[in-house]
């Protein structure tokens, strides 16, 4: 695994926290709430983490969900 940067280890702790046991989809905003990120940040972030393969994303009405 490549080195992780910034808040990237925060936030997927996070998305893997809300999962549980489940693969669901965590909404961008739920994410952002638990972090303290903005929720802007937090979008880029997921970008971030997508392009490098860390999390699948998926287009929601008003967002962004992830997916570890």
Same mark, same amino acid.
């Given at each position: 695994?490549? %080195?992780?940067?910034? @808040?990237? =280890?925060?936030?997927?702790? $996070?998305?893997? !926290? @809300?999962?549980? !046991? &489940?693969? &669901?989809?965590?909404? !961008?905003? =739920?994410?952002?709430? /638990? $972090?303290?990120? &903005? *929720? =802007? ?5 997921? *970008? $971030? ?8 994303? @998926? ?5 962004? %969900?992830? /997916?570890?």
């Amino acid at each position: 695994m490549a %080195k992780l940067y910034g @808040a990237q =280890r925060l936030v997927l702790q $996070t998305i893997l !926290d @809300a999962q549980g !046991d &489940s693969q &669901s989809f965590i909404e !961008d905003s =739920r994410v952002a709430e /638990s $972090t303290r990120i &903005s *929720l =802007r940040d937090m979008r880029d972030w997921l *970008l $971030t983490l997508d392009h490098d393969e860390y999390v699948d994303l @998926a287009l929601a009405e008003n967002g962004l %969900k992830a /997916s570890v």
